[in-house]
Nanobody
């Protein structure tokens, strides 16, 4: 079965950086999209960034210019480089995958990792 494992979260001060990793296994389909979603306390889970198997990328507006998503196929790992972090970036970050193209629709993603906590202090 498909499995995703996130890592790299932690506590940083505003303006700092973190690099999240999502390592996948059991993925047998060729065309896919891997996305990062995040969920802050009391908030709905929201899409952050997405990359597909053709290396197409997309970002929510609030992280454009600060976050970069990339895919290392040799390691079966997707990264999310987060720079210039803000307190409002504080959330549990989840990695997820779906067949086909990138989507911002939460329920369109089938498999999820366990999440990794990102906390940005002011």
């Amino acid at each position: 079965e498909v499995q995703l494992v996130e890592s790299g979260g932690g506590l940083v001060q505003a303006g700092g950086s973190l690099r999240l990793s999502c390592t996948t296994s059991g993925v047998t389909f060729d065309d896919y999209a891997i996305a990062w979603f995040r969920q802050a306390p009391g908030k709905e889970r929201e899409g952050v960034s997405c990359i597909n198997s053709d290396d197409y990328t997309d970002y929510r507006n609030s992280v454009k210019g600060r976050f970069t998503i990339s895919n290392d196929n040799s390691k079966n790992t997707v990264y999310l480089q987060m720079n210039s972090l803000k307190p409002e970036d504080t959330a549990v970050y989840y990695c997820t995958i779906r067949v086909g193209f990138c989507s911002w629709v939460l329920k369109s993603y089938r498999y999820w990792g366990q999440g990794t906590q990102v906390t940005v202090s002011s």
